[in-house]
């Protein structure tokens, strides 16, 4: 057995993945590491890696060279060092330089990067779903039950903003990263208003 088949039947793609910063979703899909994407759709197997967007494919040697620019010896020796697999491997006759570290570096802040967007896009539309449904609690548990009832001032509220959180809600789904960028601060406003509401009337 050579080096290179000790080492890809020692560490598993997703194994790697994971320790190299790759965001891993349900399904063992991730965020391909190779193109920008907001979508995971790099599938992490046993034994190979394969991206429906950009078709990047290969097994856990071939991760490394492309995550740090190296030649397959020394994506075997980085592997054989992060993992501690403790395998000979024989540099004696030959110099292999370390690995890019600027390149290592680099590659982690863009995933770092891809993260914090998903999470500002997560934050932003869950403001405005506890909003929406905030304002539908309101107006179904205190809807007057009848003519003679004193308007309660949550109802009153509901119905006035209701529209409006409905159709931002809505409206989200079809808007781009631009546009999610352009409604910020009117997703700060509602964020805002959302917390009042609570501290003033509660749930």
Same mark, same amino acid.
């Given at each position: 057995m050579t080096i290179f088949e000790e080492v890809k039947e020692l560490v598993n793609v997703g194994a790697a993945a994971r320790h190299y910063g790759a965001? /891993?979703?349900?399904?063992?899909m991730a =965020?391909?590491?190779?193109h920008k994407e907001r979508t995971p759709s790099c599938k992490l197997y046993e034994d190979h890696? +394969?991206?429906?967007?950009?078709q990047a494919h290969g097994? /856990? *040697?071939? =991760? /490394?060279?492309?995550l740090f620019g190296l030649k397959p010896i020394e994506a075997v020796k980085q592997l054989n060092s992060d993992f501690a697999l403790g395998l000979d491997v024989d540099c004696t006759n030959k110099f292999v330089p370390p690995p890019d570290m600027e390149a290592v570096a680099r590659r982690r802040r863009e995933i770092a990067e891809r993260k914090a967007e998903k999470a500002r896009v997560e934050h932003m539309y869950d403001v405005l779903l506890r909003y929406f449904t905030l304002l539908d609690k309101y107006k179904m548990?205190?809807?007057?039950?009848?003519p003679d009832d004193?308007?309660?001032?949550?109802?009153v509220?509901? =119905?006035?903003?209701?529209? +409006?959180?409905e159709y931002m809600l809505e409206a989200w789904g079809s808007f781009d990263k631009d546009q999610q960028e352009e409604i910020k601060p009117e997703v700060d406003r509602i964020e805002?208003? +959302?917390?009042? *509401? =609570?501290?003033?009337?509660?749930?």
């Open positions: 965001e /891993v979703h349900r399904g063992n =965020l391909c590491p190779f890696y +394969y991206c429906f967007g950009c097994d /856990v *040697i071939r =991760l /490394v060279q492309e548990c205190y809807a007057p039950k009848s004193e308007t309660d001032r949550r109802f509220y509901a =119905l006035q903003n209701i529209g +409006y959180a805002r208003e +959302y917390k009042r *509401i =609570l501290d003033e009337w509660g749930e």
